[in-house]
């Protein structure tokens, strides 16, 4: 039986009443016990039990302790790695597009400007003096022509050494006096922001004094002279006093000058003696053009590393140290004991 039902009593045995009951008489009423109450379940807390599963002692395999390896060298790779830090230490700085410094800042169009400007006035000085090497032998060939016949061929190939070597002159003078000017308003303006002062000639004046034929022979000179003044940072009050290179470069531009007006006025007379002679000018005038090249570029070159001395035309001029002389003694530390090393 479950708990919670009424118990009845066992039926009793045969002869004891509980026997068959004859027909018509009347069953006598059996007492049952009173239904007892069920008892009441007490509900007990259970207490959480957390089970943890432990590797038992002994069972996993000791780690086995590093070996110290020898020292081979720095690591190699095959490839150059992707991580890391980028080597920034001597770079150049540079605008980055699309902030405030988006474009190029007179300093860093100086630097470049100055590189291609020293290049090509290089390139035109070697061609220059390729050029009056020309005019020197077709100026021999005509004092040998006077007593002796000369050959086609030499002839042909002085012509054409002449020609090509004029030809190529002139283009690449007209480059570096286009980009000499256009370094020249680059630097004003940079020595400009660097002491803080306006420039002592507005632009359009410095425009006519190296473009205009004529005026250019006077005010270039005064010019540099004032370029050269900002540049050394001196004070805006003071006077201009132009150095030995700016005032050699000064006489070179002048003496150019007036030698290319008399080739021209040369190319005007008449007679085989005139046209000797308008060879050997010619000579002149490219050596001329080979010391006005060699100058400018020495200019060009010396203010650019006064307005920005590190890596102004070279990586290769920037700073290195090679010894230290006079130094103390660093203080070095003991080795501990227990250092492996």
Partial sequence: MQPGHPQYPPMPPPGQG?????????????????????????????ARVRWVATVPPGAAPRPRPARSQPYTGPPRYPVIPRWGFPNLVWRSPTAVPGTASGGPQPMQRLVLIARNVSAVLWILAALALIAACAEVWRYVLLVQSRNS??????????????????????VMAAFGFAGTVWWLFVARTAAAEESGAAPARPSWQVFVGTIAPGPNLVLAGPILAELEHAVLRKPVAERPRPSRLVLTWWGAWVGNGLLLLLMVLWRTRDGVQAQADGVLLNAVVDLSAVLLTVLTALVVGRFTRLLAPIGALSPRQRPRVLSVSGAPEPVRQE???????
């Fill in 18 to 46: 509980g026997g068959a009951v004859p027909y018509g008489a009347r069953p006598q009423p059996v007492a049952y016990p009173a239904p007892q109450p069920a008892p009441q379940r007490t509900h007990r807390p259970r």
């Fill in 149 to 170: 016949a000369l050959s086609s061929d030499v002839v042909a190939m002085s012509d054409v050494l002449v020609l090509i070597a004029s030809m190529l002159t002139f």
């Fill in 335 to 341: 080795r501990p004991v227990t250092a492996t090393r």
